[in-house]
């Protein structure tokens, strides 16, 4: 996944947040203060003129939602109206956007029939990252090697190998992982972090946190080693309304709290996906990731849901007196029974057919 993805499309929409919503972004997912261009400044100034990072961000509007200047003054974000009800033609306006800003690598991410008519905007964050070894692994040593699973299965994979290779290294024994770092020609390193055997990697997962990552980089030091890795290509996609809902900011995604266009209303969050495809082998990486947002229009007043769609009681009384005329209750109304499920809950008495 992409953390600086993610942080992008929050920092997008952080300026309009209100209410619970802004209260759960700022506490639960550190928001707080955030300037919404800060990353992108940091990204600029740090990476300008590099070849192998591109990001870019667009925002597909529907044509009669019209921004308020918070919100369409952000420099780092490019507005495109479409028709959402025009679903085929968006879905094709979007998917074709996103092979061209990741290079080809992602083809695909949004079906028309994603597109429904209370969609009201498509927040996207492009990332391509294409960049060669600073020591590249050659090809010839390239061999085939045992791999070993968690769930104890062996796979005979292709390993890449540098040996000697003069890598900064360390060990962490709050992680219980060895760490390696491998240099790429320019502005980035990989790190490779692997669990002892003693540990695991869902051990390694849990302990690591931020401040490990300053402690590793503290403690990283050039020696030589013996370097052998995987070549591999990953692709997934990454539930980050899921996600996000568990770390704490359900409000992004059930109160309508966005106050982002000029024409009334209030919105909120619908979706937010990732999808990754990541080629690891002997001259370098190249990584293609699409994230994106769903945003709806939802009035500000919030109606309750009553689906009489279970077994239910009703009663007929007087309306002064509240006499009770007729009582009764549904276990089942008329019609074709499609499936029977006899379930052990309190209405188990009524789960016939």
Known sequence: MSPLAVRYLLSSIY?????ATRLEMESRLK????????VYKVL??????????????????HRDVWLKPIYRKQRNLQFEKVDFARATLAAKLINEWSEK?????????????????????????????RAPWRVPFLERRTRKQLFH?????????????????????TQSKKLQAKIVEIPYASHFVMWILLP???????????????????????????TKISLELPKFSI??????????????????????????????????????????????????????????MGILQRISVEFPTFHANRPFMFLILTS?????????????????SIQCIFSNNHFGEYDDC
Request: aromatic share 6%.
């Open 101 to 129: 800003a990741t290079a080809g690598q992602i083809h695909h991410i949004i079906d028309p029939a994603e597109i429904h008519e209370d969609l009201r905007m498509i927040l996207i964050n492009a990332i391509h990252f």
């Open 44 to 61: 600029e100034e740090e990476f300008l003129g590099a070849k192998n990072f591109n990001i870019a961000n667009r925002v597909f509007v």
């Open 320 to 336: 002064k007196s509240l006499i009770p005329i007729f009582l009764g209750h549904l276990a089942q109304p008329p019609g074709e």
């Open 15 to 19: 300026p309009s947040a209100m209410g």
């Open 235 to 292: 692709e997934s996609e990454l539930n980050g309304k899921e996600i996000l809902m568990k770390m704490g900011a359900p409000s992004l995604f059930t109160k309508p709290e966005l106050d982002i266009a000029m024409n009334g209303g209030r919105f909120l969050v619908d979706d937010m996906r990732q999808r990754v495809k990541v080629e690891i082998n002997e001259e370098g990486s190249e990584l293609g990731i699409i994230s994106w």
């Open 149 to 169: 699973t968690q769930t104890g299965r062996i796979v005979r994979t292709d390993i890449m190998v540098q040996h000697p290779a003069d890598l900064r290294y």
């Open 31 to 38: 928001l707080r203060k955030l300037d919404p261009m800060i």
């Open 196 to 222: 002892s055997i003693q540990s695991n990697l869902k051990e390694l997962v849990r302990r690591l946190s931020v401040k490990d990552l300053w402690e590793i980089n503290r403690n990283l030091t050039a």
